[in-house]
């Protein structure tokens, strides 16, 4: 019998062991709308430097990012991507399986979001590539690099990138699980109705990080320099309001 989507992200997990602050969990990748507005979601059960939390990003057309976050920015997404935010809004935030392949997101009154999540033949075969790697292979960076120059073109999601530099100068390193394609069926921030799922005109990326051109869904673990305040932004730079 194949894994459902809500079964691969409720099954429990240890965090990787590799060097580094450390998380495991599940993610909306990124879903860009044809509007210009982009999501995301992160839940992650496990992590490293602070307690589990969900988080849910947003960029307008204009290419504002706020990230809302149910943990304080420092323990949180914008602990790494605080630089490139216009905002951080701490907030109830929530996903909810509604069915082994629905998914319900929510952050606060701003943000109610809801996915299908479903496999294809491409994500089917990235995913079975990715578990024949060896343990130690998913945590070298030369192969996730390599994994990643050969998934964007068979996933159709433009450039992906698993290593390299986020926003605030940490390196990071991705190793998807288990991969599905992904698809918006309704979502509403601000009031505002983002419409159809479609490529956004040009990439966007936040530091080396590449926002996917179609919505993918995985479960996976990720890993992240540690912080130092002598070279790292701070997760809360004074350019980002802080909600």
Not at 68 to 82: K, M, N, V
Request: hydrophobic fraction near 40%; glycine fraction near 10%; aromatic fraction near 8%.
């Amino acid at each position: 019998m194949k894994t459902t989507p809500q079964e691969a992200a409720e099954e429990p997990r240890a965090l990787p062991q590799v060097a580094g602050e450390r998380f495991t969990g599940y993610a909306v990748i990124g879903a860009p709308f044809a509007s210009g507005h982009c999501l995301a979601l992160r839940r992650f059960t496990a992590g490293s430097v602070g307690p589990a939390f969900t988080a849910v990003w947003h960029r307008d057309p204009q290419g504002h990012w706020t990230v809302y976050s149910d943990a304080a920015p420092e323990h949180g997404c914008a602990r790494y991507l605080g630089a490139a935010l216009t905002r951080t809004v701490r907030t109830d935030v929530a996903a909810e399986w509604t069915g082994p392949s629905r998914l319900h997101i929510t952050a606060g009154d701003d943000v109610v979001w809801d996915v299908r999540v479903s496999s294809s033949p491409a994500t089917t075969l990235a995913t079975l590539a990715g578990r024949l790697l060896p343990g130690g292979a998913r945590h070298n960076p030369a192969v996730l690099a390599a994994v990643a120059r050969v998934a964007g073109p068979v996933l159709g999601a433009g450039r992906i990138r698993l290593t390299g530099d986020v926003p605030n100068g940490q390196w990071f390193r991705a190793a998807p699980r288990r991969l599905w394609s992904a698809r918006t069926l309704a979502a509403v921030v601000g009031g505002v109705d983002l419409g159809a799922d479609g490529p956004l005109p040009e990439q966007e990326r936040l530091g080396d990080f590449r926002i996917p051109q179609r919505a993918l869904f995985a479960t996976v673990d990720a890993w992240f320099e540690p912080f130092d305040p002598l070279r790292h932004a701070p997760a809360s730079p004074g350019g980002a309001l802080t909600c």
